[in-house]
Every structure is written in structure tokens, then in C-alpha cells.
């Protein structure tokens, strides 16, 4: 499986600033994504980004807010835009791929840390 | 009702015994289902993964899918102070992303 490289791990922000996280995959990929994970809850799917067109957002998440990039095929941005006390979360890159080449997410990177003060 | 709904625990065995973990699900398209495992501070670790019905096997863990009753099981033998974590269920259905359960946390005791 693709070995994913996240960065930053951690950081505190300061509210009404931005935080932008790469995620860097050792291998090309078609699809990537991005999920949030809030303390005590599980992973939520924010977008699904794939290179040469526009991220697909989901429900709740909007690209003002979270703008992603995908310059190629081995490398995304997830840019958290304005930012407050609420987006303190874990972000999470995935990739999709594995056996059955389904694009449902498979490997994750190990996350960044975001606290918003 | 949520789509996957997932025990958080905490649960918490001795060294040796067999653990089982369920998650149920609501939405009979789901065909991929996947456990994962996720120490502090680490993502999501791919443990398992089943296709459609039936059982798998890997070394300690078994994965169990029952589609007729919308119900998946991992089951952890002979489990060791390592196996301490953050275990989460997840299901899709064909090209859609992955639906994750809340986890559930496991701690071993030596």
C-alpha cells in the first residue's frame, strides 16, 4: 500500500488565520481525501480531491472554507481558511486504491493536530 | 438513525481473552467493509478488509460480515497489551467514499 508523508503533525493557530497541510503519497494515486476527525468522534469525509479538476466537497464543507489543491498525481493541499475554535480537529489525508482498485479511501496518513486558539 | 452506529466502549479485557467488536449499519448498498485500527495520536491503520458476506481471517483477527441482518464483527483472540486502541468499523458502497462508526476503545491489561 502507498506510504502517505503529512505535514504539519501539529500546530496552534490563531483564530481567523489559515493553516495550510500537505500530504505527500509515495506512489501516483487517482484520488485523494481529506477527512476530519473532531475529539470524540469518528472520521467525516470533507472532500475528495482528484488531479486536474475541482474537489468534490461534501455536505457541510465548502471550498471558500477548505480550499484543496492537486497539482499532480502524488501530492495535495487542504487549506483550513479563517479558522476558529471549532476547527480544532484532526485532518487526515487518505488515498484510495489497494486490491480492488476502488476509489473508497484505504491508506491514511497519520494526521495533523490543528488547535485553534 | 445514523448510518453506521458503533459501541464506543471503553472496553477493557485481560491479556489472552478474545474480543469481539460489532458495528450495524442501515444502508443495504454498503458492499465494502473495513476495520481499522488507530493508536493515540496515529491515523487510521487498515486491519482488515471484506468484500460483500462472509468471513475473513488473519493471523489473531477474524472479520465477519452478515449482510442479511446488517451487522459486522471483528473478533480479536488471544489479545495482547498491544492491541490497545482505537478500533473503528467503515463501509462504503461501490465508488463511494468510506463511512466510518465513532470506534471503539480497547485496552489490554497485562
Known amino acids: 500500500s502507498a506510504v502517505i508523508s503529512q505535514k504539519p503533525s501539529r500546530d496552534i493557530c490563531q483564530r481567523g488565520t489559515s493553516l495550510t497541510i500537505q500530504c505527500q503519497v509515495d506512489s501516483q494515486v487517482t484520488m485523494m481525501f481529506w477527512y476530519r476527525q473532531q475529539p470524540g468522534q469518528s472520521l467525516t469525509l470533507i472532500a475528495t480531491?482528484?488531479?486536474?479538476?475541482?474537489?468534490?466537497?461534501e455536505s457541510g464543507f465548502v471550498i471558500d472554507k477548505f480550499p484543496i489543491s492537486r497539482p499532480n498525481l502524488t501530492f495535495s493541499t487542504l487549506t483550513v481558511s479563517n479558522m476558529s475554535p471549532e476547527d480544532s480537529s484532526i485532518y487526515l489525508c487518505s488515498v484510495g486504491g489497494g486490491q480492488t482498485r476502488i476509489n473508497y479511501g484505504y491508506t491514511f496518513g497519520s494526521g495533523t493536530r490543528l488547535t485553534v486558539v | 438513525q445514523k448510518e453506521v452506529e458503533q459501541d464506543p466502549g471503553p472496553l477493557s479485557v485481560p491479556e489472552g481473552a478474545i474480543v469481539s467488536l460489532n458495528c450495524t449499519y442501515s444502508?443495504?448498498?454498503?458492499?465494502?467493509f473495513m476495520w481499522y485500527r488507530q493508536y493515540s495520536r496515529k491515523g487510521p491503520e487498515l486491519l482488515m478488509y471484506?468484500?460483500?458476506?462472509g468471513n475473513k481471517e488473519d493471523g489473531r483477527f477474524t472479520a465477519q460480515v452478515d449482510k442479511s441482518s446488517k451487522y459486522i464483527s471483528l473478533f480479536i483472540r488471544d489479545s495482547q497489551p498491544s492491541d490497545s486502541a482505537t478500533y473503528l468499523c467503515?463501509?462504503?458502497?461501490?465508488?463511494?467514499?468510506?463511512?466510518f462508526g465513532k470506534g471503539t476503545t480497547l485496552s489490554v491489561s497485562s
Open positions: 471484506t468484500y460483500s458476506s
Open positions: 467503515a463501509m462504503s458502497a461501490l465508488g463511494t467514499a468510506l463511512i
Open positions: 480531491a482528484n488531479q486536474g479538476s475541482e474537489a468534490t466537497y
Open positions: 444502508n443495504s448498498a454498503f458492499q465494502y
